[in-house]
Structures are given as C-alpha cells and as structure tokens.
C-alpha cells in the first residue's frame, strides 16, 4: 500500500524552524474556492528587512526599511502574477519568465515547464537555494495547478535537477513546497515531492494557520489569495512582520 496520509499545515510548520520560502496550492473544504499561500522567511537582516505589497496585475517584495537594503538581487522580486485565466506564484524572479512565456499563448498547457527550463536555482553559494513555482490553471468553474523545484544535485552547482508536478484539485487536499528541508549551514534543499496538506474553507483560515505557526523570529511576510470557482470572485490577504 502506498503513502495516502496527508499533513497538517500547523504540524509541519511548527515543528520545522526554516522552511525558507513555501507555496501552497490547494482546494478549499467545501470544493468552492482555489486557494494559494506563499510565505518568506529570514535569517539575515536583509532578508528580514522586506514587506509584500499588491499592485494591480501582481505582487512585488519591497525593502521595508530601504537605507538598510544591501543587496536587491535576490529578495526582491514579483512573487505573483496574474494573467486572464492563470495565477503565477513562485520565490523568485522567474515568476517574470513564466509570465512572458505564458502570455504569448494562454492555450499552451506546457509554458509553465518551457520557462522553468530556461532557469536554474540561485547562485547564493553554499546553499543555492531552489527556485519553487506553481501555476493555477482556471477552466469551467475548475482549476488544475502545478507545481515545480529547481535545485543543485546534492549542492553540486555544475548540476541542476527540474521537478514538475501536475495536479487536479480535490476539495480539502493541497500539496505544500519549500526551500528548504530545515535550518543548517549550508541549508539543505527540499527534497521528494510536495507535502499533501489538508485545506480549510476561507482565505482568512489558510492565513491563520500558516502564520500562527511560522517561527516566530525567521518569518518576514506573507500572502494568501482564493478564488471562488463559481463567482471568479477573489480574496486576499497579505501580512507583513514588518509594518
């Protein structure tokens, strides 16, 4: 028999210091709604030092406190945007990639993988710190998603290894992708496929459990973002440590 447990959201977080940076795409309990959250972590005052902000079409990371602003070039970003029938969220610049790819043809099932393949992970050596992505696909009232890793080979830098992940939704379930396994010197990749968790219904629920359970000293911002299947009606919620 195979693996058919599926986590709890509070479970995972509480008890893992330093995912990093994390996704989550999902279904919400009642079968009505999309769901996504994606969270920044940080270990240095750089990192820390950052906020979500919403503008039309996407989100963006901003600076907090810009004369602390060190180096830009990997923390701020666009985390999501938007096309007419997708959602784009992942920790990185090649939120951008995926878009461009995608909005020259919105019928291409596959832009999402011909634009990872054109990236690699980061160049933060020692860690080199994955590239996670997810696209939400809407169609009919419904939704499929997907989601992708780019690491290094085990920390071999000269390698890197593409994960893709292509799901249906079902109504209560969601999958749940980070950088990194836990906190280390060098931090240790994400390894094996995204975690099954459980959904709740509401956008403020989803809010709830993954920043209520986020360590309290690396946690930096994050956002959630449903839509309603039927109405196409979304709601979001963004929370900055920093306001």
């Given at each position: 028999?195979g693996?058919?447990?599926?986590?709890?959201?509070?479970s995972?977080l509480?008890?893992?210091?330093?995912p990093?940076?994390?996704?989550?795409?999902?279904?919400?309990?009642?079968?009505?709604?999309a769901?996504?959250a994606?969270?920044?972590m940080?270990?240095?005052?750089?990192?820390r030092n950052?906020?979500?902000e919403?503008?039309?079409?996407?989100?963006r990371?901003?600076?907090?406190?810009e004369s602390?602003?060190?180096?830009?070039s990997l923390?701020i970003?666009n985390?999501?945007l938007?096309?007419?029938?997708?959602d784009?969220?992942?920790?990185g610049d090649q939120?951008d990639?995926?878009?461009n790819?995608?909005?020259q043809?919105?019928s291409d099932?596959y832009?999402?993988?011909k634009?990872l393949?054109?990236?690699?992970f980061?160049p933060?050596s020692?860690?080199f710190t994955?590239?996670?992505?997810?696209?939400?696909y809407y169609?009919n009232n419904?939704?499929?998603?997907?989601?992708?890793?780019?690491?290094?080979a085990?920390?071999?830098?000269?390698?890197c290894?593409r994960?893709?992940?292509?799901?249906?939704p079902?109504?209560g379930?969601g999958?749940?992708?980070?950088?990194?396994?836990?906190?280390?010197n060098?931090?240790?990749s994400?390894?094996g496929?995204p975690?099954?968790?459980?959904?709740p219904n509401?956008?403020?629920?989803l809010?709830?459990?993954?920043w209520?359970?986020?360590?309290?000293n690396?946690?930096?911002s994050l956002?959630?973002r449903?839509?309603n299947?039927?109405?196409k009606?979304a709601?979001?919620?963004i929370?900055?440590?920093?306001n």
């Amino acid at each position: 028999m195979g693996n058919y447990n599926t986590n709890d959201i509070a479970s995972l977080l509480s008890t893992n210091e330093y995912p990093g940076r994390g996704i989550i795409i999902g279904k919400s309990a009642d079968g009505k709604s999309a769901m996504i959250a994606y969270f920044i972590m940080g270990r240095s005052e750089n990192s820390r030092n950052r906020i979500f902000e919403r503008y039309e079409g996407g989100m963006r990371t901003k600076a907090f406190d810009e004369s602390k602003l060190s180096d830009p070039s990997l923390i701020i970003y666009n985390p999501y945007l938007a096309l007419d029938c997708s959602d784009i969220i992942t920790n990185g610049d090649q939120t951008d990639t995926i878009f461009n790819f995608a909005k020259q043809d919105e019928s291409d099932f596959y832009a999402f993988e011909k634009a990872l393949t054109t990236r690699e992970f980061e160049p933060d050596s020692p860690n080199f710190t994955p590239r996670i992505s997810g696209m939400l696909y809407y169609k009919n009232n419904d939704f499929t998603y997907k989601m992708s890793i780019l690491k290094s080979a085990d920390g071999d830098d000269s390698v890197c290894n593409r994960y893709f992940f292509n799901y249906s939704p079902r109504s209560g379930h969601g999958h749940f992708i980070h950088t990194y396994e836990h906190d280390g010197n060098p931090i240790p990749s994400f390894m094996g496929e995204p975690e099954k968790v459980i959904m709740p219904n509401t956008a403020k629920e989803l809010a709830d459990v993954v920043w209520n359970n986020l360590n309290e000293n690396n946690k930096v911002s994050l956002f959630v973002r449903t839509v309603n299947l039927e109405t196409k009606q979304a709601e979001e919620i963004i929370i900055n440590k920093n306001n």
